[in-house]
């Protein structure tokens, strides 16, 4: 299965609350995990990525949580904040596919002032 | 150069026109993407480049679309009798192992 499955679609969260976005994956040979933000009138860039040899990778307020016996993985956003407004996007990779990301659909993250 | 550049950044066409994107990727990358995205929706994938290999076409919806990379290097997207669905953001992307880095994309509008 080449999926990766994205939730929600979209969140509304209040300026210092916690964003959270979940992904979901099948294929066991994914061995990257990358997510991407998008603002409006941009292409999508790297954010934050994890392998799935470690279980949280943290930069600043922004952390993956992979849980590879779920083979799920999510980024929590702490402290949101309204210049964290845009899309984001989840994929998956691995070396055997020459690095083709899968994608998930994308999250659009909206934080209220 | 520091990043991927795509030209133009907005194009106006009639229906039934001829269009050329171009994606000049960052240099060394041997792999170039091409995706299209509608306004507010996900990443649709049309047509992979990874250096000599013949490309993957898999996603390109018509034959109307179809693309060149010359030189392992710049990349053209052309799509040919524009029809006003195919108005969207076309985005190029470039790798050199993991990771994607985009360029801004070209809003194509087919009126």
């Known amino acids: 299965q080449q999926q990766v499955k994205q939730s929600p679609q979209s969140l509304i969260v209040q300026k210092g609350g916690i964003s959270i976005i979940n992904c979901a994956y099948e294929?066991?040979?994914?061995?990257?995990f990358p997510w991407y933000q998008q603002f409006p009138g941009k292409g999508p860039a790297l954010l934050i990525a994890?392998?799935?040899d470690v279980s949280e990778k943290k930069e600043g307020r922004f952390t993956i949580s992979f849980n590879k016996s779920a083979k799920q993985f999510s980024l929590h956003i702490m402290d949101s904040q309204p210049g964290d407004s845009a899309t984001y996007f989840c994929?998956?990779?691995?070396?055997?596919?020459?690095?083709?990301?899968?994608w998930g659909a994308g999250t659009k993250l909206i934080i209220k002032p | 150069g520091a990043g991927v550049s795509q030209s133009p950044s907005n194009k106006v066409t009639e229906k039934g026109k001829d269009v050329e994107l171009r994606c000049d990727p960052i240099?060394?990358?041997?792999?170039l993407y091409w995706y299209r995205q509608s306004l507010g929706q996900g990443l649709e994938f049309l047509i992979y480049?990874?250096?000599?290999?013949?490309?993957?076409k898999s996603g390109l919806p018509s034959d109307r679309f179809s693309a060149e990379r010359t030189g392992g290097s710049v990349s053209t997207l052309t799509i040919q009798r524009t029809q006003q669905e195919d108005s969207a953001v076309y985005l190029c992307?470039?790798?050199?192992?993991?990771?994607?880095?985009f360029g801004s994309g070209t809003r194509l509008t087919v009126v």
């Open positions: 994929a998956a990779s691995w070396g055997d596919s020459n690095y083709q990301l899968i």
């Open positions: 294929n066991t040979a994914f061995d990257y």
């Open positions: 994890i392998r799935p």
């Open positions: 240099s060394g990358h041997t792999a």
């Open positions: 480049f990874q250096g000599n290999s013949a490309p993957d």
């Open positions: 992307a470039s790798s050199f192992a993991y990771g994607y880095t």
